[in-house]
């Protein structure tokens, strides 16, 4: 006959969702991040992310991770800062066509290499 320990297994929790909810309003108010709430209150990163995105709790990041994709972040901040699209990826050392392809899909704008841009 098989025994279990009383050790917690991936995917399970040792609070009730109650308990999560409130730890992560407290964790939200001390202005702390996913990974560092999870330490402190011993309970899995995933269980905090869920639970504040069901209740709309805009909860911050990991410290050093983009809030989007590494192309798409590269494009949105060298639009901000009027690159062109070689500009943009010899700065955050992506490739050319995806800046292009990303700036082409999400409809950002970025600077044109050619300095007598044609006037419609």
Not at 14 to 38: C, D, M, Q, S, W
Not at 53 to 78: E, P, T
Request: with cysteine; aromatic share 8%.
């Amino acid at each position: 006959m098989k025994t279990y320990s009383k050790k917690i297994r991936r995917g399970q929790s040792t609070h009730g969702y109650g308990k999560t909810i409130e730890l992560v309003k407290k964790a939200f108010k001390a202005g702390i991040n996913i990974r560092e709430a999870a330490k402190r209150y011993n309970i899995s990163e995933a269980a905090l992310r869920s639970c504040a995105v069901r209740n709309n709790i805009d909860i911050k990041l990991v410290s050093d991770r983009c809030k989007y994709g590494k192309v798409k972040n590269a494009v949105i901040k060298g639009s901000e800062l009027n690159l062109t699209a070689k500009e943009i990826a010899n700065m955050f050392e992506v490739k050319i066509t995806s800046v292009w392809a990303t700036a082409r899909d999400y409809k950002i704008k970025i600077k044109s290499t050619y300095k007598n841009a044609r006037q419609a």
